[in-house]
């Protein structure tokens, strides 16, 4: 994560650009600068929405939008910077697998999470 937000951020020269322009950069610079913010946003909201809201459906939907996201951000950075995208890679796994496991437990407890009453 912190090699590819120094990427996202960086808005220099790209080497792996056939032909850098400084309109390329910058529309480059800004779209994996906003995809990363976004995932940064996805990411925080999953936690309230799921622990203490206990809305797994929710929480679901944050997470298909983190994916969504996070593949997005992979593509962005895929065409510029290879090793970056790449290192996003177990990210986007991990991702998944929350979401496996976000999946269970909406299942399990028929997708709402109940408090338990004091006596129980």
Known sequence: MGYAIH???VSG??????NPSATTLQDWAVTSQSLFTS???FNYLWM??????RKPSYALADLVLLGGNVAALIGSLWNNDRTAALMLVPYALW???AAYLNVGVGVLNNWTIEEKK???
């Open 7 to 9: 990427h996202a951020t």
């Open 95 to 97: 991702t998944g697998f």
């Open 48 to 53: 309230p929405l799921f622990f203490s809201l």
């Open 13 to 18: 020269t790209v080497p792996s650009l056939a």
């Open 39 to 41: 995932q940064l946003v």
């Open 118 to 120: 004091r006596g129980e």
